[in-house]
């Protein structure tokens, strides 16, 4: 009997102890808050090169032509409703898809990355060209496609 009353103590006190020791690890030391918050609203946000945040869906797609007819631009937007994007569509433009508007207005850029949250840019990422660009040696895929096949 004793035996067994030591088993269920020892069992009880190592649940006890480790029960414990979890709870220590669950506590988050406060931070400190933070006073330097943006005090920017959307309507102030820089623009760059016609591009800004709180932008619509609409008025981002006109910047490129046909961009509504890319079978990734339109899987992505109608990807962002529900699960398990809740609203979040992420969107690239290669440059060099666009040729003229590479030459003008977004001369030295390879790339423009927007993601979109409820239909508003909320996020935005610009890729200059340059030694250390992401361009790709094929400036399209039909340039791949040749000199591979």
């Known amino acids: 009997m004793s035996r067994v009353f030591m088993n269920v103590f020892a069992f009880v006190f190592v649940a006890v ?29 820089p623009t760059i090169r016609g591009i ?40 690239f433009f290669q440059l060099s898809g666009y040729p003229s508007l590479a030459k003008d207005r977004f001369a030295g850029i390879d790339g423009i990355s927007v993601k979109l949250f409820d239909g508003r840019v909320a996020e935005l990422r610009v890729y200059y060209a340059g030694p250390n660009s992401r361009r790709p040696k094929f400036p399209s895929e039909r340039s791949f496609m040749a000199e591979c096949g």
């Open 17 to 45: 102890a480790a029960s414990m020791q979890a709870s220590a690890q669950l506590q988050v030391p406060a931070q400190p808050q933070n006073p330097s918050k943006c005090s920017l609203t959307p309507a102030q946000a």
């Open 52 to 91: 800004k945040i709180g932008m619509s869906t609409e008025e981002i797609l006109s910047l490129f032509p046909e961009s509504n007819q890319r079978p990734d631009i339109k899987a992505a937007l109608v990807q962002a409703d529900g699960y398990p994007n809740y609203g979040v569509a992420s969107l």
